[in-house]
């Protein structure tokens, strides 16, 4: 028992190396949008509802390595095709397409499934081991106008203000070992229910953090000055440096995630008996609760200043953001434990079987985490339709979704035996001339699937 928690416990610490170096290309992530739809998704298909872990038409599965990344922002947007299709590289301060308002928003997160499986045990029970490595960024609340002005330079012939509530920044690296189990609650005529949950112990790499609950300014070109009124609490785990991930004092944590599922199955189907189709419902809906928990940091440094004063702009050319604050404003720095909540969400799901080979699932993402709430991450609420032609060895689907902050986004995607590849944007990144989020997924395992005996069956 104590080899197999260190070897998983490697695992994990592997997975967060490999997350590393996925954050140091700048890739990020939703996980798996609209592979997650798939009755043969098996593990993937846990990580949405862990109430998926039982009842499937898999016998087991095991993943062997699975990555997706997503991120955006409504600040910005870009052409994929002008990025695709410059010789000299993407200008971003040129090309690029900028949305400054009062309240701008940066997301971004990276998720890696290692070695991981789910098995039956019975009729009515089955249980998943799970490794992951995951990260999020969320950067709520920010004025798009003072973004641009420290990132770009001070324009002294552009005067603006700004009044900010609930800023937040938020930067964080974690692992994850965890445990499904899910059982067949009713299996009756027409109605079938089973529900899951996963217990996780979690490995907090580190992470960031930047909050103020007002923060109101004004830049005067005339005298090149930044007045501000306000306050800024900034700070960070023992350590932790996100262009070099350390893994080797990892702190430890609980998370939990909840899920149920309820099929609809009509005794005729496809002018049979339900009973010769691999999936017998005509309606399925799914309810969950992920990511429940949080991550106790015992060390943390961190600083809170009093930014009612004056700075000149000119300091941000020379100076980083925290020399600007030291120089210039009063402030005091402690150390202690500081507490990072995961991003709890909710899922709702519904996939309807329309005949044959063809299906269409609608799956709405809400996170439980309020915009610009401190020392947190959250997700990007979602509302995605995938329509899709599924068989055992073969799915294909076209998820089309409504994202938060006014962004559309139509997608491809298709699974083939042990290989699933595909993205919630591609078709739209590809299209459109200033795409605000992307996405990219893909995954091996192997996959076994159950054997069914069509003439027994009741």
């Known amino acids: 028992m104590r080899y197999t928690i ?27 949008i609209g592979h ?50 410059s010789d000299d590289g993407f200008d971003f301060e040129d090309s690029a397409q900028r949305f400054p308002t009062n309240e701008n928003h940066f997301f971004a997160n990276a998720d890696i499934l290692g070695p991981s499986f789910m098995f039956n045990m019975g009729q009515r029970h089955s249980i998943a081991i799970t490794t992951r490595a995951r990260s999020f960024l969320n950067f709520d609340n920010i004025s798009g106008n003072l973004y641009e002005s420290i990132s770009d330079g001070f324009d002294v012939n552009n005067d603006f203000d700004f009044d900010m509530k609930d800023l937040n920044g938020t930067v964080h690296v974690f692992g994850e070992i965890g445990l499904s189990y899910g059982r067949i609650l009713m299996d009756k005529k027409t109605s079938f229910l089973k529900a899951g949950f996963t217990a996780k112990y979690l490995f907090g790499a580190g992470g960031i953090f930047a909050n103020s609950p007002q923060l109101t300014g004004s830049y005067t070109g005339f005298n090149n000055s930044l007045a501000t009124t306000g306050s800024l609490q900034y ?37 049979d008996v339900s009973g010769r189709r691999q999936q017998q419902y005509k309606l399925k809906v799914g309810l969950a609760l992920t990511d429940l928990g949080a991550i106790n940091y015992s060390q943390a440094e961190t600083s809170s200043y009093d930014l009612n004063g004056d700075v000149m702009a000119s300091e941000f050319d020379t100076k980083d953001i925290e ?30 079987y329309l005949n044959s080979i063809f299906y269409v699932g609608l799956h709405g993402t809400v996170s439980a985490i309020k915009s610009g709430k401190a020392n947190a991450n959250g997700t990007v609420n979602t509302l995605t339709l995938a329509p899709r032609i599924e068989t055992k060895i073969f799915s294909l689907y076209t998820p089309l979704s409504i994202r938060q902050y006014g962004d559309f986004a139509w997608g491809f995607g298709f699974r083939l035996g042990p290989l699933t590849v595909g993205s919630g944007s591609l078709l ?31």
């Open 235 to 271: 700070g960070f785990s023992q350590d932790f440096d996100s262009d070099d991930i350390n893994f080797d004092s990892l702190e430890g944590g609980f998370g939990f995630d909840l899920g149920m599922v309820y099929e609809y199955r009509p005794r005729i189907l496809d002018g």
């Open 36 to 85: 997650a739809f798939d009755n043969y998704a098996g593990v993937h298909g846990v990580v949405y509802n862990p109430a998926n872990v039982v009842g499937s038409p898999m016998s087991a599965d095991v993943n062997l390595f699975s990555a997706s990344a997503f991120g955006g922002s409504d600040y910005f947007g870009i052409s994929l095709k002008d990025l695709l299709n």
């Open 428 to 458: 739209t990144n590809l299209l459109s001339k200033s795409s605000k989020t992307s996405d990219v997924y893909l995954g091996l395992k192997i996959p076994l699937y159950k054997k069914i005996d069509f003439q027994n069956r009741s």
């Open 6 to 32: 260190s070897l998983l416990c490697k695992t994990v610490c592997f997975n967060l190396s490999l997350l590393s170096f996925l954050l140091s290309i700048n890739a990020f992530g939703q996980s798996y």
């Open 323 to 352: 020399q600007v604050l030291d120089d210039n404003y009063t402030g005091s720095v402690d150390m202690g434990p500081s507490k990072l909540k995961l991003p709890t969400t909710l899922h709702l799901s519904a996939d309807y």
